[in-house]
C-alpha cells in the first residue's frame, strides 16, 4: 500500500488534489469506516472524504461515531455526526460503549473501546480498514509523551500512515491526514461553512494530552514546533526500519529455524552477547514475545534482564558462574553453559493461606 506525500501547503483550506494525494492508494478499497466523533479533525476527514466520492460509485463510505457515555452531550454530537453524514451521502452508525467505567486510567479504557467497537464495525461494513483524523499535532504529541514515558527508537516514530487495528490484527488502520496540521482542518471546515463539536475534555488539565497541548504552546516559542517533532518521528522511523532489518538478519543466523509454537529457542550464548547492544536487546524481546504468553515486556524490565545476562556472561567467560535464569512477560530466559535458552513459564503458583508460594526462579526486576 502506498501513498502520495503531498508538499508544504498554505495555512488554507485542503484542495480535493491534496485531499486525493493524502488518501491516498486506500480509496481504491470497496468499502471504508471513517471514524467520526464529531469534532473538527474527524468531521473534515468524512467531508474531505465524501468530497472525492462525490462523482464516483465507490468507496462506501461508513462513518462511525462511539459514543462512550461519559459526557451529557455525547448523543447529541452523535446526532449531528449523523445528520451531516446524511446530507453528505455517507452511511452513518452510532455504536455505545456499555457497561461499566473504570475510576481511573479513563482515557486509555475508552481508547481500547473505540477500537474494539471500530473493529466490529469494520467487519460488519465489509471493510477492510479504519480511517481515523490524527494530525501532525497528534504525531507532535504522540512523540512528546512517548519521551515523557522515556521510550526507545520505536517509540519516538510515532504513529504511521498505516498500521493495524489495536487488537485486530485483521482491519488496517489508516490516517491519511498524519502529516496535516489541525488549523488547516479547521481552514478547511469554516471554507466549507460545516459545523462541528468541540469536546471539553480535550482542554482538561486531569488528563496528559491537554497538558502537553498547553506545553506545545511553550515549545514552540523556543523553536520545537509541531512540524520539527514530526520530523524526528519520521527519523526515527527511519532508523527503526534499518534495525528491524538487521535484527532479521541477527536471527537468520543465530536462530534460523524451524520454530513451532509451544518449542523453545536456544541461541549461542557468546555469539549473542556479542552483539551490539541494541540488537541483542531486540533479539532477546523477539523471542521473549514469541514465546512468552504475557505480551510485549517493558523496555526497563528487559533493559534488567539483558544486564543480568551479560554480567552472567562475563562471568562465563572467565569461568566463574556459568548458569542464570529469569522470567519475563511469560518467559523464561535461561544462561547455561554455551546456551541461551527462551522457553514458555511455569504457571504461576497460586497464593496459599501461608504466604505467596515461592517460584523455583526469580522473576525479572
Not at 454530537?77 to 479513563?106: D, M
Not at 498500521?163 to 491526514?177: E, F
Not at 545476562?309 to 518467559?331: C, N, P
Amino acid at each position: 500500500m502506498t501513498v502520495l506525500m503531498v508538499g508544504k501547503a498554505p495555512n488554507g483550506p485542503i484542495s480535493e488534489a491534496e485531499a486525493a494525494a493524502l488518501f491516498g492508494t486506500i480509496y481504491a478499497a470497496p468499502v471504508l469506516v471513517l471514524a467520526v466523533s464529531g469534532g473538527p479533525d474527524s468531521t473534515a476527514l468524512m467531508w474531505l472524504a465524501a468530497r472525492l466520492r462525490a462523482d464516483l460509485p465507490r468507496p462506501r463510505l461508513v462513518a462511525v461515531t462511539i459514543d462512550h457515555r461519559l459526557r451529557k452531550q455525547s448523543a447529541s454530537e452523535a446526532l449531528a455526526v449523523r445528520r451531516l453524514a446524511k446530507t453528505l451521502n455517507v452511511e452513518h452508525r452510532t455504536l455505545r460503549w456499555i457497561g461499566r467505567k473504570p475510576k481511573t486510567g479513563i482515557q486509555e479504557a475508552a481508547r481500547n473501546a473505540r477500537y474494539r467497537l471500530l473493529a466490529e464495525a469494520a467487519r460488519d461494513a465489509g471493510a477492510g480498514h479504519v480511517l481515523t483524523a490524527h494530525t501532525l499535532d497528534d504525531q507532535a504529541e504522540t512523540v512528546l509523551f512517548r519521551m515523557m514515558r522515556g521510550s526507545g527508537i520505536g517509540g519516538l516514530a510515532g504513529m504511521s500512515w498505516f498500521a493495524q487495528v489495536p487488537g485486530a490484527g485483521d482491519i488496517g488502520l489508516v490516517r491519511p491526514l498524519l502529516q496535516v496540521p489541525k488549523a488547516r482542518l479547521i481552514a478547511t471546515l469554516k471554507a466549507a461553512k460545516v459545523p462541528y463539536a468541540v469536546d471539553p475534555s480535550n482542554s482538561d488539565p486531569r488528563f496528559t494530552r491537554p497538558r502537553l497541548r498547553k506545553l506545545m504552546r511553550m515549545l514552540v516559542r523556543e523553536g520545537l514546533t509541531a512540524e520539527r517533532l514530526a520530523k524526528l518521528a519520521k527519523r526515527a522511523e527511519r532508523t527503526e526500519g534499518a534495525l528491524v532489518s538487521a535484527l532479521n538478519d541477527v536471527q537468520l543466523a543465530l536462530w534460523p529455524g524451524p520454530w513451532s509454537p509451544g518449542d523453545p529457542a536456544t541461541v549461542d550464548a557468546r555469539a549473542f552477547l556479542e552483539l551490539p547492544q541494541e540488537l541483542g536487546l531486540r533479539l532477546l524481546e523477539r523471542l521473549v514475545i514469541l514465546i512468552g504468553d504475557e505480551g510485549h515486556p517493558e523496555l526497563g524490565q528487559l533493559e534488567t534482564l539483558y544486564a543480568d545476562l551479560a554480567k552472567a556472561g562475563q562471568g562465563l567467560w572467565a569461568g566463574e558462574s556459568d548458569f542464570l535464569r529469569r522470567t519475563l512477560a511469560g518467559a523464561m530466559v535461561t544462561l547455561s553453559g554455551i546456551k541461551l535458552t527462551v522457553e514458555r513459564a511455569p504457571p504461576r503458583r497460586k497464593a496459599t493461606k501461608a504466604g505467596v508460594a515461592k517460584t523455583p526462579f526469580t522473576k525479572a526486576r
